[in-house]
């Protein structure tokens, strides 16, 4: 699959405007070397007549193309979940439930339904992923009062923020996880789930953090200094979710805030692939 993102929106209908298109592509992008049983692992089978099924020649175990992805028996036809994808990847601001409706038709529960799948398939393949290396970990606060706050008291929803960076400092992995407390074994969760041991871990000066990070890791710390150049990236890339969340969602409740941080994860891990994300996407919400 080339990279074919330059396409407007109103091409992008165009080429995908059919059940069929929509089926041929996602055949691709599922079974890229073509049909695998997902039960034995046999490649023939014989196609169903009802609308993308597939039975294995060997063990008769029926799959469909859209089984085990965001799109599974959701009734929606397959057209307006591409555009709604593609639409997903392209606004690198983040799309609403609200202008989704209207762009692709649909009414504004199903647009808010597809969102939350599709960001739920941004969740799990960023999962996948350890930071390793150097990596600046911090808590921060994220709520009603989003605005300047830093302090560990102020707002009122905690996350821990870890992002990890290349030799020459720059920022290359973002994890953003809310959490109900930052004491010792949340910190210790969420250490083991998302940075590889060995990793040297940068922090401030938080009681904390010392002992989760002293076995597995290299722990460096220094107390908080606003103008120091300590955790520079993670409090620019903290500052740029609280504007995305601010910007595109006007906020939000706590309920969904994890959702909006992982979109968030998802498009700053992808940031320098711009010209590929609908593909990147739509193989992220198939497999
Ligand atoms: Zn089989």
Redesign the pocket.
Known sequence: MAKKNSLSFSKFIKRFSTEQACTDYLYQVKWPEGYV??????RE?YPIRHHGRYQ??????QTSLTANTVMHRTHLPLTKWFWAIYLVACDKRGISALALSGKIEVCYETAWYMLRRIRGAMEMRDQQYYLEGIVEFDDSYFGAKIKGNRGRKAGNQAVFVAVSKDETGHPTYLKMKITENIQRPSVRNFITENVKPGAIVQTDGFRSYRQPLAKDYIHESQNFDPDAELLKWLHMVIGNAKAFINGTYHGTSTKHLQMYLSEFCYRFNRRSFRGGIFDRLLIAVAR
């Open positions: 049983c997902p039960k034995c692992g046999c089978h294995c020649k060997s063990c008769r175990h």
